[in-house]
C-alpha cells in the first residue's frame, strides 16, 4: 500500500486524533485549502540515497516534483538530464548554486552530500532564496548547524531535516504508546542500529566529511529513537568505542556504545557499528509491559512487538515521499515543519558530547 | 525432557565433543568410574529458591540428595523435615552450623542465604568440614569473597558458585557460536536482565543484605553473558543509574546501564532493573551474522534465534539440578568444578567496578 498524501498517511497511522507530540513540534495540524502548485525540488549530491531512494520517492509524492540537481559530476549530470528529463538551466553544480536564485522552478534544495558539506550547501541554497531540506545528521559540529540555521532564518525561508521516520506509522504508533504510557512508564530503551560497511575508500569512514564514525551516521536513529519515545532530552551520557581494523578504521570508531539518562527517569542503552549484523531495533521496557521495533530504522519491513502479544506491523509508506511530502505542505500553507534545523542541532550537540565521554572517559552532563 | 546425568544431558547438547571452555575451566573432562554414593546436600535458607526450585531439582538429581537444612525458623525446620524426611540431627540453625562437622550426611551445604550472608555461612560450612555451594552474587565485596576463597581452601574443601546457566544447554549452544566465530568475530553484545520488584521490604532492597540492587541480582546474569560470550574479562567498564520511586529504592538503584570494552575488541551494552519488563535477553553481533537467546537467563523456555533463521532450541534441563549434580561429580571425582569461587568473585569485582564508574562518573579501567 502506498501513501500518497498526508491525509491517507493519517489515517493508516491512526493517528490523526491522537495528537502525538515529536520534540514539541508534532501535534497535529490543521491545513490551509489545498493548491494545485507543486513544490519543485532540486537535490544537491546525487549519490545512493538521491539514487535510489530521493528520486524514486519524488515520483510518488503528491506536493512536489523533482525539477533539478546540483552535482559536481557532468557524467551524472547527463544521466539524470535524460532519466528525469531535467531541462538544462536546472542543472547546478556547487560553485554556482547562486544562480538559482533566479530560478523558479525550484523552491527546495535538498542536502544529500557529505555531512561537512552540508552547511556549505544549504547555506548558499538559503542565500539562494530556497528553502532546504538537509540530510542528517544535519552537520558536523554545533557550529555548523547554527550557521545552517542562521541563514534560513536571514533568507525567511524554511529548513527540515531528513529524520524520515518521524513520518513513519510504526515508530509513531510507537510513540503514542510511550507517550499515553499504555504499559506504563517507560524504563529503559534499548537501541541500536549498524552494519559490516563496505567501501573502505568511502566518505563516511573519513573523519574530515563524516565528522566521525557510526554514531554519526545510523547511531542518530538509536538516539533518535531514545528521544521521540521519551520526548526529553538527555540530561547525562556516557560512552565506550571500539576499532578492531585499525585499517579501515584509521580516522572513524568502528563501534560505539553509549547510555543516556533522561530527566523523567528513564535511561537508555544504545550502540552503533560499521562492523556488525543485526542491530536495527528498539525496546522500550515499561512497568507493565514492553514493545519493539526490530527492523526499526530501515527503509521498508518495519514492524514489531508487544508484551501483550499484539502485533505492531501499520501499512508501510514511502518515508521519504512522505518527508517530502509534508514539507512541501509546511511551504505551501506556512507552517513549521515538525523536523526543524533545532531538532538536527540537538541531536549533533548529544552526539558530540557522546564523543566527549567516549574520549575522556567521563560521563557529561548536556545543558 | 527431564536429564538425570551428565552424561544425558552432555548428549543433548550435542557439546559432550564441542569442548567449550567457559572462563577457562569448561574443558569437556573425563570421569572417574561412577559410584553409588551420593553427595548430601544441606539447604542454608529456606527462601523461595530452596523452596521452589532446589529441593525440587534434588529429587530428580542423580549423584545429591537432601539430606539436611540450615534455618533460623523453627517453623520452617518443621515443615520441611515432615516432606522431605530430614531427621532431627540433621537439622541446623545459623548459630550451630559447627556441630556438622561430626554429620557424616551432610556433605555440602549450599548456601542461598542473602548476598552480605554469603561469607559467613560458607565459612562456618568449610570449617565444619563440608564443601561450599554458593548462590551467586557470591558477597557483596571482593574481600568477602577472598574470605569464603581462603576458608574453603584451608580447610581442603571444593567451592562452587551457583552458576546456573553455565550447564545450560541453549546458552552453551551460543558460547560455542561464539568461540568457533560460526558468525564470525562477536563484536558487539547486547544483553538485559530484570523485573518490576513486588515486596517493598525484601531484603534485595535493603544495601546491606544485597550489597546493590538489580545489578547484584539479575545484572549478574547479563554481565556473565558477556563474559562467557566473549571468553574474556572486561578491561574498562562505564555506568548510569537511575531511581523513578524513591520510596522503594531509597538505598539500591532501581534501574542502571552499563558498558564494557574487551581486551579482544568486542563492546557490550547491558542494563538490569527492578522497574520494568522484558528484559531477559543477549544478543552477540558478529561480522557476518547474530545470534540470541531471549529469554536466555530464565529458568526454563529458553530459546534464540539465529541470523540464518535457525532457532536455538536445544532441550530444557533442570538447570539446577545439573548444577547439583556436576558439583557432586566434582567431589566424587575429585575434579575442579567449571564455577569456582574465582569465577563469583571476578564479578563481584566487576560489579564494584560498575558500581565505582555510575557514582564518580568515569570509565572504570580493571587489571
Same mark, same amino acid.
Given at each position: 500500500m502506498k501513501i500518497h498524501t498526508r491525509r491517507e498517511f493519517l489515517k493508516t497511522t491512526a493517528l490523526a486524533a491522537a495528537s502525538v507530540s515529536l520534540a514539541?513540534?508534532?501535534?497535529?495540524?490543521?491545513?490551509?485549502?489545498?493548491?494545485?502548485?507543486?513544490i519543485g525540488f532540486a537535490l544537491?549530491?546525487?549519490? $545512493?540515497?538521491?539514487?535510489?531512494?530521493? !528520486? &524514486?520517492?519524488?515520483?510518488?509524492? @503528491?506536493?512536489? /516534483?523533482?525539477?533539478g540537481i546540483v552535482t559536481g559530476h557532468p557524467a551524472k549530470a547527463e544521466q539524470w538530464k535524460a532519466q528525469y528529463q531535467i531541462p538544462d538551466r536546472n542543472i547546478y553544480n556547487y560553485d554556482n548554486m547562486e544562480q538559482?536564485? +533566479? $530560478?523558479?522552478?525550484?523552491?527546495?534544495?535538498?542536502?544529500? =552530500? %557529505?555531512?561537512?558539506?552540508?552547511?556549505?550547501?544549504? *547555506?548558499?541554497?538559503?542565500? !539562494?532564496? @530556497?528553502?532546504?531540506?538537509?540530510?542528517? %545528521?544535519?552537520?558536523v559540529s554545533a557550529e555548523k548547524c547554527r550557521q545552517i540555521i542562521d541563514a534560513c532564518q536571514q533568507a525567511g525561508r524554511q529548513l527540515a531535516i531528513?529524520?524520515?521516520?518521524?513520518?513513519? &506509522? $510504526?515508530?509513531?504508533?510507537?510513540?503514542r504508546l510511550a507517550r499515553e504510557k499504555v504499559f506504563g512508564d517507560v524504563k529503559i530503551i534499548e537501541a541500536g542500529f549498524g552494519f559490516p560497511i563496505g567501501d573502505p575508500t568511502q566518505w563516511r569512514l573519513k573523519r574530515d #566529511?563524516?565528522?566521525?564514525? &557510526?554514531?554519526?551516521?545510523?547511531? *542518530?536513529?538509536? #538516539?533518535? !529513537? =531514545?528521544?521521540?519515545? =521519551?520526548?526529553?532530552?538527555?540530561?547525562?551520557?556516557s560512552a565506550l568505542t571500539t576499532v578492531t581494523d585499525p585499517v579501515k578504521f584509521r580516522e572513524v570508531e568502528e563501534s560505539i556504545?553509549?547510555?543516556?539518562?533522561?530527566?523523567?527517569?528513564?535511561?537508555a542503552f544504545c550502540s552503533a557499528t560499521y562492523g556488525a549484523q543485526g542491530l536495527a531495533q528498539f525496546t522500550a521496557h515499561a512497568q507493565k509491559g514492553w514493545f519493539k521495533l526490530d527492523p526499526a530504522f $530501515?527503509?521498508?519491513? *518495519? /514492524?514489531?512487538?508487544?508484551? +501483550?502479544?499484539?502485533?505492531?506491523?501499520?501499512p508501510a509508506i514511502d518515508q521519504f515521499a512522505a518527508e517530502m511530502d509534508d514539507f512541501a505542505q509546511c511551504i505551501l500553507n506556512h507552517e513549521p515543519t515538525r523536523v526543524p534545523g533545532e531538532e538536527?542541532?540537538?541531536?549533533?550537540?548529544?552526539?558530540?558530547? *557522546?564523543?566527549?565521554?567516549?574520549?575522556?572517559?567521563?560521563t557529561v552532563n548536556l545543558a
Open positions: 514539541g513540534s508534532f501535534a497535529s495540524r490543521a491545513r490551509a485549502a489545498g493548491t494545485d502548485r507543486k544537491a549530491g546525487l549519490g $545512493n540515497l538521491s539514487t535510489r531512494q530521493l !528520486a &524514486p520517492a519524488l515520483q510518488k509524492t @503528491k506536493y512536489c /516534483r523533482l525539477t538559482m536564485a +533566479d $530560478n523558479p522552478d525550484i523552491d527546495v534544495v535538498y542536502v544529500v =552530500t %557529505p555531512n561537512a558539506l552540508h552547511a556549505e550547501h544549504s *547555506i548558499k541554497a538559503a542565500k !539562494a532564496g @530556497k528553502h532546504v531540506l538537509c540530510e542528517k %545528521p544535519m552537520e531528513g529524520y524520515r521516520l518521524h513520518f513513519e &506509522p $510504526n515508530n509513531l504508533e510507537c510513540i #566529511l563524516a565528522g566521525g564514525g &557510526p554514531l554519526m551516521d545510523v547511531g *542518530i536513529y538509536a #538516539l533518535q !529513537a =531514545t528521544r521521540y519515545l =521519551t520526548g526529553e532530552e538527555p540530561v547525562q551520557v556504545v553509549w547510555q543516556a539518562k533522561f530527566p523523567g527517569g528513564a535511561i $530501515n527503509y521498508g519491513g *518495519i /514492524r514489531g512487538l508487544r508484551s +501483550d502479544k499484539q502485533e505492531i506491523h501499520l538536527g542541532l540537538r541531536d549533533v550537540k548529544i552526539m558530540m558530547a *557522546i564523543y566527549e565521554a567516549a574520549r575522556t572517559g567521563k
